[in-house]
């Protein structure tokens, strides 16, 4: 006769491959059953998605532990049921700090943000999985602000914070482009010895490409002990987004010296640092390796990076090709990559095609009724700008977004809108503004005279 533990391993292994009903087979012949055991099969149930097998099994069971009614929770918010994981943890009869801490979590993941908190303050003794849970749930859940609240709250605590906490408020700092608070969390993982975890070091690289501080990126890819390919994919995709194509593409060679093989996002990455500096024949072999040599089936992003790609090289009709012979329908941010290409090279007729284009997938887009309202212009086409106008008043296409931007000084930001006149610092810092213009057409009127001397 086995042993349990083996029977058990043996159960959690089948479940990992999906075969439930060898899993519950091997249980069902088991002569003698512990709680892991009974866990183990419930979990199997759950993480194949069968949440009314897996309380039937928990119904039967003769002895049920904190970790009995935890995984049931958690199998229920997962389903999408919170008000039957809620009932379960009100009739728990002894609630430890890791049914709270499911419970909460369960909350979350169903968006029931406030419920979540109340919740939360109302656990006898959290730990650092406790609020790592909240910290994550708040940012998750894009409440990045709440998220900061809450570990600071945890740290005035003496909680010691995780991993996951750290992870979660590195993230929350880079939805709010926080560049002083990012430096100033990244200190207090210094501080506390996670600088050689992987997860958190990868999380760090993110937020300070998102808040610009590219010098503190590359120092903590450079520190790193073992990095993995998630490590070099935030490089990449990084310093490609903004605008840095050499430097991303030298990553990329780096990358495959250190023995990683590149994936889609490595491709997408790459790709896009070559669109963005115009690297045109180095793009086309990427893409090219990417299917020949990798074995890559390039998706969504890669052809539309290619197209983009082709749109600003001036390759306008390679541009379309591509379009029309990849796999599936090209949405909107291709025909955008298009009429750009088009109208910066003023292939008119291609342009008015992608403009009409655009206006049948979103009619009322703001950019997109712009665009193509510029290009029908450029074609002398004032029957369609007359009607393009026309949509854009009755549908409300056209609108343009508020526009706005902010700045982080000491931790704190600083919301700035177009025409915002009723900022509460406005009579500060308008002045200044006005003096600043007024020095620039200065500065263009003084060059003016000095280059209309030398004539």
């Not at 740290?155 to 430096?183: K, R, W, Y």
């Not at 501080?191 to 997860?199: A, E, M, N, W």
């Not at 074995?295 to 090709?321: C, Q, W």
Request: proline residues 3%; charged residues 20%.
């Amino acid at each position: 006769m086995k042993p349990l533990v083996v029977l058990t391993q043996k159960i959690s292994q089948l479940s990992f491959r999906g075969q439930i009903a060898e899993a519950r087979k091997i249980f069902d012949q088991m002569s003698v059953r512990d709680s892991v055991s009974w866990n183990v099969m419930t979990r199997c149930y759950i993480e194949n998605n069968l949440i009314d097998d897996a309380r039937e099994l928990f119904d039967e069971m003769p002895e049920r532990t904190s970790v009995s009614w935890s995984t049931m929770i958690m199998g229920y918010a997962k389903a999408g049921k919170t008000h039957i994981a809620h009932k379960l943890f009100v009739v728990m009869p002894d609630k430890d700090v890791v049914s709270w801490t499911a419970m909460v979590t369960a909350l979350f993941h169903a968006s029931r943000v406030d419920d979540a908190w109340r919740l939360f303050t109302q656990m006898p003794f959290p730990n650092a999985v406790s609020w790592s849970s909240v910290v994550s749930g708040f940012q998750q859940q894009g409440f990045a602000n709440q998220s900061f609240h809450a570990f600071k709250e945890m740290l005035c605590t003496g909680i010691q914070p995780n991993s996951h906490s750290f992870t979660s408020i590195l993230s929350a700092c880079a939805d709010l482009s926080m560049a002083t608070v990012s430096e100033q969390v990244f200190s207090q993982l210094l501080k506390r010895g996670f600088q050689s975890d992987t997860h958190v070091a990868n999380s760090a690289i993110s937020t300070f490409f998102k808040t610009g501080n590219f010098n503190h990126a590359r120092l903590v890819f450079s520190e790193m002990d073992k990095p993995d390919r998630v490590t070099w994919n935030s490089m990449i995709m990084g310093f490609s987004q903004h605008g840095y194509g050499l430097e991303a593409t030298m990553l990329f060679h780096q990358m495959q010296k250190a023995r990683f093989l590149p994936d889609g996002i490595s491709y997408i990455g790459v790709l896009h640092g070559c669109s963005h500096c115009g690297f045109l024949e180095e793009g086309i072999r990427y893409f090219k390796s990417m299917i020949r040599n990798s074995g890559i089936s390039p998706g969504v992003e890669h052809f539309s990076t290619m197209v983009d790609l082709y749109a600003r090289g001036g390759k306008i009709e390679e541009a379309y090709r591509l379009m029309v012979e990849m796999p599936f329908e090209p949405t909107i941010v291709f025909w955008r990559a298009l009429l750009s290409g088009c109208m910066i090279n003023r292939d008119l007729q291609l342009g008015v095609y992608a403009a009409e284009k655009m206006m049948e997938i979103e009619p009322v887009s703001s950019s997109g009724c712009l665009m193509a309202v510029n290009v029908f212009a450029l074609a002398g086409k004032w029957d369609d700008v007359a009607e393009a106008r026309k949509r854009m008043r009755e549908e409300g296409g056209g609108r343009k977004e508020l526009g706005c931007s902010w700045i982080d000084i000491e931790g704190r930001n600083y919301l700035f809108s177009r025409g915002d006149l009723i900022h509460s610092e406005a009579d500060q810092f308008l002045p200044i503004l006005d003096l600043l213009v007024y020095d620039v057409a200065t500065y263009f009127l003084t060059m003016e005279e000095s280059l209309d001397g030398l004539d």
